[in-house]
DNA sequence: CTGAAAGCGCTAACAG
DNA sequence: CTGTTAGCGCTTTCAG
């Protein structure tokens, strides 16, 4: 019942085993230096003090930490899905992830600067807001790669998904079911709303039909108030909501409304989010490859801190690709 | 533009102050046994190479860590809404606070590897549905607190909500406004899940009607599958929901299966979580006090970890608290 | 109040 | 193939 028992250090192992320290970390670490047997006999003595290596000291005798620090929003959905992307590919190419959330109440700075404290060579901003300026700072401290926010800099990378081409093919997915009045509830000022709002434009252009825009958001009070505002002053035949939390808030609205989806008006997100291939929620949407947009925001980490300082910031972009579900639909019914 | 600018140590604060490293400390650590004039001079030199403490070398050499390791469920909004909370108590007790991500793909017991790994003196387990055997084993090596979930132990502290109290309010809620026909899709295996059952069977008993389980889950998914077999079943006067997530999909399925809420069926959540409360969902909902939670979870590890390892695990129960809004409502309207 | 010295647990470079 | 030596950057005695 004691815990009297401090945990057992590579000298504890080399002890019971009988060979120097230097010697059982070569085993532990898998490299080259020491014959099979002696990996047998080392291997077994630490598995029976059940020894475990210290990361902290590992760290601090390392001239490299392979430690890639993610800055992320606890509350959005998509990052968490993203992380599990990020998790798997940082584990293929031998990195460590350390987490740090974001929240109102905890803003990205200070997310950063314990990622920094903790050692990381590499920081990964999922769908950071903080000023361009901010990170191209950070960047001359340590590899920089923003997730899924368009950012034009020579110093960091960006990994993202076309943002302008997902809103073309929501729209054109509209327009090809018939529809011609076309709302977009836009992400005010989040990550990629700006390529999404010019999409649809662009689209809606090409179309030969008017831009109509409302204010929206994140998240599904965004949407949840932009359809009221559409109840009242006339529904569209068809609405392209920033992204799918946002759509679900106008869904809901629109239900409790008793506005038909999508019989009176169709409705399409954004991410493909777990939540949209729900069969009751049953949402069209515009997919991202979360596991395209991990694996490479986590290998282009692993090329930058391989090459050094050298390398220019690339702009990796991801195509994104229409989920369509059961919200949209032929123009009226 | 060159990265050769190697990150500053204790050795160059002092060099450049003119003093010896230990004093920097000393300095840096804001503890006694420096003069103010030097305390001025160091802090100048700090700012102006712009040092940061490397945490690395910190807890190398310091023998506690202060670090608390969470392992928590990216995807559960309700985790999100906590981890805010142990942040701020944690900042509060002057602990760090390291997170590891729980999923489909990432099981609990890498979760926790990776916290040990990294120094943590305690562990704090969100939700953990580990078997209560390895939470037992693991409690052996770090101090462990168990958040929202019950388990009788000696060896580990628990700081939940009275679950079976918040059901029995949920159901004598709905019975007060009338309802006989009181349906609980439950939570299946999940945290408090046995709990709120429990408290619902009691309260229904005490009222002389007759209970009426269906199988449920955590998700919005198993919400939505629960109402899908009522609506072909019939419908119940009332529903009392695992979760807010659970009772989404509950709502949703209504909506759209044209049933009013709440004037056909009253419909009641758990957690109360941000969900509940957007305008357009409404959802009447028993409230976890996630400041409380989370404080004293904080609170318990901060204790145990001053006390040693002589303390015996305690039920820290928090009481919920029905927040009522418009999803439930007179039965026949 | 200040500085010198020792060492946390580990790995890298070298010598045997 | 094995063991020794020398730190990583920091904190903690302990003398001055």
Redo the contacts between chains.
């Keep these: ?3 009297n028992s401090r ?1 057992p250090t590579l000298q504890d192992v080399a002890d019971l085993a009988g060979v120097s320290r230097a010697l059982v970390s070569i085993v532990i670490r898998d490299v080259p230096g020491a014959s099979d047997a002696t990996r047998v006999r080392v291997k077994a003595a630490a598995d029976e003090l059940g020894y ?6 590992r ?2 005798r390392q001239h490299r ?1 392979r430690l890639i620090g993610v800055s992320y929003v ?2 959005q ?1 998509f ?3 993203l ?2 992307e990020i ?2 590919a940082a584990e293929r190419l031998r990195y ?1 992830v ?4 974001v ?4 803003p990205g700075s200070r997310a950063v ?2 990622l ?4 990381c060579e590499a920081i990964l901003l999922l769908g950071s807001q903080a000023p361009e300026s901010e990170i191209v700072d950070l960047a ?2 340590v590899s920089v790669v923003v997730l899924a926010r368009k950012m034009p800099s020579a110093h960091v990378d960006v990994v993202r998904t076309d943002d302008e081409a997902g809103a073309v093919m929501a729209v054109n997915h509209l327009v090809g079911l018939g529809h011609r009045s076309i709302v977009h509830v836009d992400g005010g000022r989040g990550p990629g709303a700006q390529e999404r709002r010019q999409g649809y434009r662009k689209a809606m252009r090409a179309a030969g039909l008017e831009s109509r825009i409302l204010p929206g958001g994140l998240t ?2 965004f949407g ?1 108030d932009a ?2 505002s559409m109840v009242e002053q006339g529904i569209p035949g068809a609405v392209f909501a920033f992204n799918d939390r946002c759509a679900l ?1 106008v869904l ?2 629109f ?2 409304a008793g506005v038909s989806v999508p019989g009176d008006v169709s409705v399409i997100g954004f991410d493909n989010s ?2 949209a291939g ?4 049953d949402l069209t949407s515009v997919g991202q490859d979360t596991a395209f947009l991990g694996g490479a925001a986590v290998e282009r980490i692993s090329e930058r801190l391989d090459a ?2 050298g390398l220019l910031g690339r702009d990796i972009v991801a195509q994104p690709q229409l989920v369509v579900r059961g919200s949209t639909g032929l123009v009226g019914r």
């Design positions: 019942m004691e815990v945990r475990r290596p210290d990361n902290a000291a760290l601090l930490s606890a509350a959905t990052h968490a899905e992380l599990d998790y798997d460590d350390v987490l740090s959330a929240s109102d109440r905890r600067r314990t920094l404290d903790d050692r001359a401290k599904e009070e949840a359809a009221r808030g809901d609205v239900l409790r777990a939540l729900l069969a009751h929620i050094g300082s």
